[in-house]
Each structure stands twice: as structure tokens, then as C-alpha cells.
């Protein structure tokens, strides 16, 4: 295949943004400012989310083997690059007044991203490992990056372990999958699986170890011990970035390989994910009942809001790719919202305020961030008015489309009880303040801290009341993976 000026314009958003990672490495080797590389990543990823309209003249279309840009591809970047800019907003006034390495951070962050953008447009087992090993190395040192803290340590020698774990599993299931099959592609995946009406030993353990790996980076019950504690340890802002834009890269490469593999009539499969998606949405919101801390409240809810995603993914056809897409953006933009309310008042208090006692009484303080924080806890329950209500809706709709009925039990219920944890954090921002806690309430607030929660709010509320905006540019887009 020869390379076009087609191709190179396909490209270009992820050309643009290694680009990006490259110019700010040398910005901070020369100039050790973190302003100048906070500013220099945020024109960064402004330029790469410019070049996707310019690479969607030319898609669908594939680069290689290995990617193929369309308009699903397109959209999830979209997707990953602004939870990315929204991180960054976060991340600057996180670093404000600590004595951390001013500027790695950004690095890591356009080099994860990258990975993240590979992933969203992997066509092949080879590219899907490189967009995942670029992601999860870049995300060792992030969740490590306050090198003067040992539970940032701890997160990050833990994530390196466990993840080193699932990417052997995922290794060897793509050795597998090849030694019964020959090809790594896709597509030719399915065509050779449904020639051969059935599926070997080598195949199916392939693709057993593959689900098995891509489950713990989705944190899928039982492959979620890392996630609490990873959580908790993390810099605020990495714990966003983890939650968002790690899970939906990974998300968005499953649902690519289902969709383009057929694997969506390959029953013991889909049992398989439905037993993971129960077992996530029960166990993931039962613990969260038990919690104290709010990171491991925001954690377990991550794995109970994956099972809800999943349900919309097995649905399969074009209800799984437009619920999964709008569940996708509901859960960043919400997600975003709550932990960068955790993150500008960890920033300003100059340590982790994480306990839930540190959280009572925060609206009588600070209004502004107490309102936010309720907003996004109620997006994150379901509640009407909100981008969680019509996400939640569209899972219970997938469900019944599908005739999942066990699952949409399960959705109905595990909702129940995550709406009592989340009223719980709400009801405590109400509670009369402690006099413990009123110095780090009243502390300064970063500007781009406050940019970062009102888009954050913006797209909840305005997307909650008016969907169909996002649900037709979904169909525009993402519906080119069907």
C-alpha cells in the first residue's frame, strides 16, 4: 500500500499530536516554567481537536493494517482529548504550590493521550497493543508523580504490577488468537471465525486472555482490586485522567473489535461479558455503601457505571454504538466534574481532600463548588435534567431492545443503591460546617480550575436537556462502525 497525501491527512490528528508531546519535552528541557508548558499542551490538544474535522474529508479510510479513520475514530479522540483539556486545566493548579518537576507532567499527559487516540483507531491486534502499552507506561510515572507522597508511590508500583499482569494476558491471547488464525486484523478475524463455523482451543483461549486483559483495565469485577486503592493513592487530576480517558480508550477498542470481529454472535462471549457487567454493577455499588473516603466512593461508582456501560454494548447493533457513545460522554463530562471538584480543593488546600468528613458544609462556604459537586452526583445517579439521566435511560432502552431482562434487572437495582451513596456525599456538602475543615473551604481556587468545572457543568446540564444535539452527531459519526 502506498502512502497518499490521504493517508497523511488521515493521520493528522495523531501526527499533531505527537507533535505537540514532542514540543513541549523540548519547552521544558529549556525552559523549566510550568505555565509555559501547561499553556503550550493546551494549544496542543486545541490543535489536534482542529485537525479532526480536516481528517473526517477523507474517511472513512484505512492507514495501513494497522489503523483505520472513520467517523468513530474521530469522535472518541474528540471525546479523549477534551477530558484531556480538561485535566490539564485541573493538573495547573494542582502543581501550583507543590514541589513537584514542572512540566513532565504534560508530557505524560500528551503521550497517554496519544496512546489513548491509537487505541480509538486500532483495526489490528498489533496497534491495539502499542495505543495500550503507550497509555499504561505513560500512566505509571503519572500516578506517581508526586514523588514525595508514598500513596502516589504505592498507586503507581501497584498499577505497574497489575497492569504488567493484564498486558501478559493480552500478549499472549493475541499469540494464541494468531496461532490458530494467521492474521491479526480485525476483520479477518471474523471472516476466518465464521468460516471455520466454530472456534478452536487456541482461539477461544485467545480471546478469553484478551477479554480477561482488557477487563482489568476496565476495572471489571473480579479484575477490580487495583481500582480503590490506585484511586486513593493517585494525584486528583491523574485519578480523573485514569477514570475518563484510560477506560474510554480501552471501551472504545472493545467495542471497535466486537463490531468489526462479529464477535457479537459469539455466544459464550457474550455470557462471559454479561456475568462481568453483573457482577460489576452489584459489587461496585454495594462497596461504595461501605466507603468513607471519596476517591474509593468515586471508584467503585467507576465500576458499577463500566457494568451499566456494558449492558448498552452487549445490546450490540446500532442501539449499543449510539447508548455507548452517549454513555461514554455522560460518565467523562460527570466524572470530570467530580473529581475536579476534589482536585481545586486539594489544590488549595495543599493536601488530598479526599475524607468525607473534609467535604461537610462545603455549600455554606463555597456555594459555587458545593452546587457543581451536587450536579455531577446527581448526573452520576441518574437524576432528570442531567446527561446521567439520558445516559441511564438509553441503557434501560438498549436493555429492552435487546430483551436483556436479568441485566435490566440488575441496572434498576444497582441504580437503587447507588442512589443512596450518592446522597449521602450530597447531603453532607449541607450539613453545618466543622471547625476543622473551614481553612481549606475557604482556600483560592485556581481560574483554570474554575474553567474546567463550568464546561464540565455547561455540558451536563445543557446536554441533559437538550441530547438530541450530541445523539444526531453520534449517528453522524459513530454509526460508520456498524
Not at 255 to 277: I, K, N, T, W
Not at 310 to 321: C, D, K, S, T
Not at 386 to 412: P, R
Request: hydrophobic residues 60%; proline residues 3%.
Amino acid at each position: 500500500m502506498s502512502f497518499t497525501t490521504a493517508h497523511f491527512v488521515a493521520l493528522l490528528p495523531i501526527i499533531t499530536l505527537a507533535a505537540a508531546a514532542i514540543v513541549v519535552m523540548l519547552l521544558v528541557a529549556f525552559v523549566r516554567r510550568r505555565d509555559v508548558s501547561a499553556i503550550a499542551t493546551v494549544v496542543g490538544l486545541v490543535a489536534t481537536l482542529l485537525t479532526l474535522p480536516i481528517a473526517a474529508d477523507v474517511a472513512p479510510l484505512d492507514v495501513t493494517r494497522l489503523l483505520r479513520i472513520d467517523g468513530a475514530a474521530l469522535l472518541y479522540t474528540g471525546f479523549l482529548l477534551l477530558c484531556t483539556l480538561g485535566v490539564t486545566g485541573l493538573s495547573a493548579g494542582y502543581l501550583r504550590g507543590r514541589d513537584e518537576a514542572p512540566g513532565e507532567l504534560y508530557i505524560l499527559l500528551l503521550t497517554a493521550v496519544l496512546g489513548a487516540a491509537v487505541l480509538a483507531a486500532s483495526a489490528h491486534f498489533a496497534a491495539l497493543f502499542l495505543g495500550f502499552e503507550l497509555l499504561s507506561v505513560s500512566l505509571f510515572a503519572l500516578l506517581a508523580y508526586s514523588r514525595e507522597r508514598k500513596p502516589c508511590l504505592e498507586a503507581g508500583a501497584k498499577y505497574l504490577i497489575l497492569s504488567g499482569v493484564s498486558s501478559s494476558f493480552l500478549l499472549f491471547g493475541i499469540a494464541l488468537v494468531y496461532a490458530e488464525l494467521g492474521t491479526l486484523e480485525f476483520a479477518r478475524v471474523a471472516d476466518l471465525l465464521a468460516a471455520a463455523d466454530g472456534t478452536g482451543l487456541y482461539a477461544t483461549a485467545g480471546v478469553a486472555l484478551i477479554v480477561a486483559g482488557i477487563a482489568f483495565k476496565l476495572s471489571l469485577v473480579p479484575f477490580h482490586l487495583w481500582t480503590p486503592d490506585v484511586y486513593q493513592g493517585a494525584p486528583a487530576p491523574i485519578t480523573a485522567f485514569l477514570a475518563t480517558v484510560s477506560k474510554g480508550a480501552i471501551f472504545v477498542v472493545l467495542l471497535r473489535y466486537f463490531l468489526e470481529a462479529g464477535a457479537f454472535d459469539y455466544v459464550p462471549l457474550l455470557v462471559a461479558l454479561s456475568l462481568l457487567a453483573g457482577a460489576s454493577m452489584l459489587l461496585g455499588n454495594i462497596l461504595a455503601l461501605l466507603q468513607q473516603n471519596v476517591k474509593r466512593i468515586l471508584a467503585y461508582s467507576s465500576i458499577a457505571h463500566l457494568g451499566y456501560l456494558l449492558v448498552a454494548f452487549i445490546a450490540g447493533g446500532e442501539v449499543a454504538v449510539e447508548a455507548a457513545s452517549y454513555y461514554l460522554a455522560a460518565y467523562f463530562a460527570s466524572t470530570i466534574g467530580a473529581f475536579g471538584i476534589v482536585a481545586v480543593l486539594s489544590s488549595a488546600a495543599g493536601e488530598e481532600m479526599q475524607m468525607l468528613g473534609q467535604y461537610r458544609g462545603l455549600f455554606w462556604r463555597r456555594p459555587w463548588l458545593a452546587g457543581v459537586f451536587s450536579l455531577m452526583l446527581l448526573s452520576l445517579a441518574g437524576i432528570p435534567l442531567t446527561m446521567g439521566f439520558v445516559a441511564k435511560f438509553y441503557v434501560v432502552a438498549a436493555s429492552i431492545d435487546a430483551s436483556l431482562w436479568v441485566l435490566l434487572a440488575l441496572v434498576i437495582i444497582g441504580s437503587g443503591i447507588g442512589l443512596f451513596y450518592y446522597l449521602r456525599v450530597l447531603v453532607t456538602l449541607y450539613l453545618d460546617p466543622e471547625e476543622a475543615t473551614l481553612a481549606r473551604h475557604e482556600a483560592a481556587v485556581s481560574p483554570s480550575g474554575h474553567v474546567v468545572l463550568a464546561a464540565a457543568t455547561l455540558a451536563v446540564l445543557w446536554l441533559g436537556i437538550f441530547p438530541a444535539q450530541l445523539i444526531d452527531f453520534v449517528r453522524a459519526t459513530a454509526f460508520s462502525l456498524v
